[in-house]
């Protein structure tokens, strides 16, 4: 199983900056991509960022050029730094990460998830 712990979120200005991190852990053999969703009221959870093991990235269109998604191997964490934040930027961020471990029979792939971080850009 792979544990995720979200920090970073909270209350910031129209303008401002942010930056979330989430840690990998628990009992698996690797962590292979990486990444960060977003949900806000009343809409579907959409992809932020997301860095592969090698370090390649994906962004979704609303965030490029104001996001950036990085990833410390050695430490199974990932971060996204978010600049120039705006009121549309409000959702609850999730943390996903694909592990592979043992599920108790066989050697599995599977997706993980954060319990979300609440990110509030208000002035």
């Known amino acids: 199983q792979v544990q995720l712990v979200e920090s970073g979120g909270g209350l910031v200005q129209p303008g401002g900056s942010l930056r979330l991190s989430c840690a990998a852990s628990?009992?698996?053999?690797?962590?292979?991509?990486m990444g960060w969703y977003r949900q806000a009221p009343g809409k579907q959870r959409e992809l932020v960022a997301g860095?592969?093991?090698?370090?390649?990235?994906d962004y979704g269109d609303s965030v490029k050029g104001r996001f950036t998604i990085s990833r410390d191997n050695a430490k199974n964490t990932v971060y996204l730094q978010m600049n120039s934040l705006k009121p549309e930027d409000t959702a609850v961020y999730y943390c996903?990460?694909?592990?592979?471990?043992?599920?108790?029979?066989?050697?599995?792939?599977?997706?993980?998830w954060g319990q979300g971080t609440q990110v509030t850009v208000s002035s």
């Open positions: 996903n990460a694909e592990g592979i471990h043992y599920n108790g029979r066989r050697i599995s792939t599977d997706d993980f």
């Open positions: 628990g009992s698996f053999f690797q962590i292979n991509a």
């Open positions: 860095i592969r093991s090698g370090g390649s990235t």
